[in-house]
T-cell receptor, first 113, second 114 residues
Framework: AQSVTQLGSHVSVSEGALVLLRCNYS??????LFWYVQYPNQGLQLLLK??????LVKGINGFEAEFKKSETSFHLTKPSAHMSDAAEYFC???????????FGKGTTLSVSS | SQTIHQWPATLVQPVGSPLSLECTVE??????LYWYRQAAGRGLQLLFY??????ISSEVPQNLSASRPQDRQFILSSKKLLLSDSGFYLC?????????????FGSGTQLSVL
């Protein structure tokens, strides 16, 4: 079975500071890993995904994530936070093809000026 | 282009009343369809997914049910709502397989059970 754990339900950073959102996964098969973002009153949008092609994955809006098998982690980072990055972020995992995405509980990112 | 429609956007229902949320997808055929629930403090919980007409997989035991009467239609139902059914319900669809599969979400339904 697959699962993800997002460490920290709330993260607060200052504008211009590094953003680090943590995600650890558990999977019995090589996983596909995803980060989604949900802006207030909107649905979810895909930020980036890992599909074994490269361990460092670049996504939209300057976000990137690195797959580390030894640490079973897929942390999301952005070098410099913008006010517009304030949103809820979800890490997700899929194991075998044809199975559904399993989401973490989410991390709310707050950005202060 | 593909689009997903989910309605209603908001719904207030009394405890014990029935529920029907509908989701339709346009512009694609044979999509995988999903219902997720987002409850406060619990993140996104997979409720049901379907890989074809009449094929429904349930992830958690509950008083909700899902049906897929047509290829691009997915319905979430309940005969009697509970207070704990309150939450934000998201329909999603995907097409493709493995590394090429992409998941797209609807705009959601905010359900309040009073």
């Amino acid at each position: 079975a697959q699962s993800v754990t997002q460490l920290g339900s709330h993260v607060s950073v200052s504008e211009g500071a590094l953003v680090l959102l943590r995600c650890n996964y558990s999977s019995s098969v090589p996983p596909y890993l995803f980060w989604y973002v949900q802006y207030p009153n909107q649905g979810l949008q895909l930020l980036l995904k890992y599909t074994s092609a490269a361990t460092l994955v670049k996504g939209i809006n300057g976000f990137e994530a690195e797959f580390k098998k030894s640490e079973t982690s897929f942390h999301l980072t952005k070098p410099s936070a913008h006010m517009s990055d304030a949103a809820e972020y979800f890490c997700a995992v899929r194991g075998q093809a044809g199975t559904a995405l399993i989401f973490g509980k989410g991390t709310t990112l707050s950005v202060s000026s | 282009s593909q689009t997903i429609h989910q309605w209603p956007a908001t719904l207030v229902q009394p405890v014990g009343s029935p529920l029907s949320l509908e989701c339709t997808v346009e512009g694609t055929s044979n999509p995988n369809l999903y219902w997720y629930r987002q409850a406060a403090g619990r993140g996104l919980q997979l409720l049901f997914y379907s890989v074809g007409i009449g094929q429904i997989s349930s992830e958690v035991p509950q008083n909700l049910s899902a049906s897929r009467p047509q290829d691009r239609q997915f319905i979430l139902s309940s005969k009697k709502l509970l207070l704990s059914d309150s939450g934000f319900y998201l329909c999603a669809w995907s097409v493709g397989a493995g590394a090429h599969e992409k998941l797209f979400f609807g705009s959601g339904t905010q359900l309040s059970v009073l």
